[in-house]
């Protein structure tokens, strides 16, 4: 038996996987992880990963093997060092694989001009699917593990790591892109062509308010000359929908099933990894 | 047929558009086709029906658009009768006293009736299953007793008991879990409606009907402390 244990939680460390799929109908969102392509990286290096990944943003965790040894890579762009149980410091690369012992305990430091970063485990973390997937969803409280992780959270894993030899991968590199090509959602002719002039040619601030359900923006307000109440309707990732105070959030993975304001524009399915790593504060454009 | 057209929703979406308006009939015929969407393998992600319209998902630009092709070629085939297969009748047991019922009063004062009025109002019609949505397991049902319809509340409450009954304009709902809520609500069932442990996930399903029959606090308690589960619930107040 290989165990280890949760010693430091970081920020908003939750177990993900690519998503729940196939129950949105009956009001549960997809979830999943915010940035694929970091976790489609790291199956390069750890490719017996159970789709049972860590996710953690801004802030990573502390990890401390407590019986047996672990395999582990983490992804994002940030520090990685191990505290081994003789007290020596290593530090690590990114998207690289990296041998834990018993005793040896891993500690992610902050993420670098990004927000999420991710951790793959060779042998998955020893989970139960929850409704067919890992991901977390915490507002409707529906995964494997219900919840973010806390300290002392334990994960057992049975089966052995397989080599210790060093895997690694290319690093994904999370560019600084600002500028979104988007769609026109379905509620576009919901905004005058001088407010569309405003959605296209003035930027946005992510701010602080956002989340794994959207992220939302703050800029020139955007008011519809219709109505923001329209009859509820399926919702995707992606979808830019405007409330009454005109300030629009882009629905990111933990969203509700259905939304009850116009929808101005989508974003491209492959952007939504990309504008989730954009701390608040970063100015975006859009373009239609 | 109230189908309009399919538009793209996004690069990998897709958005089957029933019009602009909200009525029963419409929701049948949204439900007709999301049964039919459900027999043949489009491979999609999700397939999210609503009030007037059904949202598809899928991996892939490519996905999405053999998907469009399908779906544009079954339409034709769309039968009202046999989507109301496996729909379920439920007859839900709902108490209205005060502790359960806190905007009860409010909807008394607003439309001039008693208590025992707001109750037989509510309990005196069989809704229809629009759809499940805004939390797992939430059915928005419907259409509620005209003298009943009431809009939302001015600002909603942070957080309301599960399983509490709601109205808000010309819908009733049951809330699966604690939650913020803008809706009005009038009085609670005594068990879950959504259940990760049962295959079927959510107690209503779209298309199906519910008629809420009214109790006592007395027999709430008993109902409640029986901790149904699923197949008992099914069994005793559906058919």
């Not at chain 1, 177990?15 to 009001?27: I, K, S, T």
Request: charged share 20%; hydrophobic share 35%.
């Amino acid at each position: 038996m290989n165990r280890f244990q949760v010693t430091r939680t970081g920020t908003y460390l939750t177990v993900q996987d690519w998503g729940r799929f196939h129950y949105q109908h009956l009001g549960v969102s997809p979830s999943g992880m915010m940035d694929h392509r970091i976790p489609q990286a790291l199956t390069k290096v750890i490719p017996n990963h159970q789709n049972q990944f860590l996710e953690f943003a801004y802030v990573g965790p502390s990890l401390k093997v407590e019986q047996g040894a672990i395999k582990v890579s983490v992804g994002g762009q940030c520090n990685i060092f191990v505290q081994k149980h003789n007290n020596t410091q290593i530090e690590h690369a990114p998207y690289t694989s990296i041998n834990l012992f018993e005793g040896d305990e891993l500690t992610i430091h902050n993420t670098i001009d990004s927000v999420y970063g991710y951790i793959a485990f060779e042998n998955g973390l020893g989970l139960e699917p929850c409704l067919q997937s890992f991901a977390t969803d915490t507002k409707a409280q529906i995964g494997s593990i219900n919840r973010p992780l806390q300290i002392g959270d334990q994960f057992e894993v049975s089966k052995d790591v397989s080599s210790w030899d060093l895997q690694s991968s290319e690093e994904v590199n999370i560019s600084k892109q600002t500028n979104f090509k988007v769609y026109p959602g379905p509620q576009m002719n919901y905004f005058s062509d001088e407010v569309l002039q405003t959605f296209v040619s003035s930027p946005f601030t992510i701010t602080t308010q956002s989340d794994r359900m959207g992220l939302r923006l703050e800029g020139e307000p955007l008011k519809s000359h219709i109505s923001h109440d329209i009859l509820s309707e399926g919702i995707l990732p992606g979808c830019i929908q405007v409330p009454t105070n005109g300030q629009p959030i882009v629905l990111m993975r933990d969203i509700p099933c259905t939304g009850g304001y116009p929808k101005i524009a989508i974003l491209a399915r492959d952007d939504i990894s990309k504008i989730a790593q954009l701390p608040p504060g970063t100015k975006i454009t859009f373009d239609l | 047929m109230f189908f309009k057209r399919i538009n793209h929703y996004g690069d990998v979406g897709l958005i089957l558009d029933f019009g602009s308006d909200s009525s029963q009939q419409i929701s049948q015929e949204v439900n007709a086709v999301y049964v039919l969407l459900q027999d043949i393998d489009l491979r999609q992600l999700n397939v999210i029906p609503s009030f007037n319209k059904i949202v598809l998902s899928f991996q892939s630009i490519k996905e999405r658009n053999r998907a469009q092709d399908s779906i544009e070629s079954i339409l034709t085939k769309v039968n009202l009768t046999n989507s109301q297969k496996d729909r379920k009748l439920w007859n839900i047991p709902a108490c209205y006293e005060d502790i359960y019922a806190l905007d009860r009063e409010l909807i008394q004062i607003t439309h001039g009736l008693t208590k025992e009025e707001v109750i037989l109002k509510h309990t005196g019609k069989s809704y229809y299953a629009y759809y499940i949505g805004f939390m797992p397991g939430f059915p928005y049902l419907g259409d509620i007793d005209s003298s009943l319809i009431t809009p939302r509340l001015a600002t909603p409450r942070i957080q309301i008991p599960a399983r509490s009954v709601g109205i808000a304009r010309k819908h009733t709902c049951i809330y699966p879990k604690i939650s913020p809520s803008g809706w009005n609500i009038i009085g609670q069932v005594p068990f879950d409606i959504f259940s990760l442990e049962h295959s079927r996930t959510s107690l209503f399903l779209p298309g199906d009907t519910v008629q809420f029959q009214s109790i006592t606090e007395k027999e709430f308690f008993q109902i409640q402390s029986k901790r149904l589960l699923f197949d008992e619930i099914i069994k005793e107040f559906s058919k």
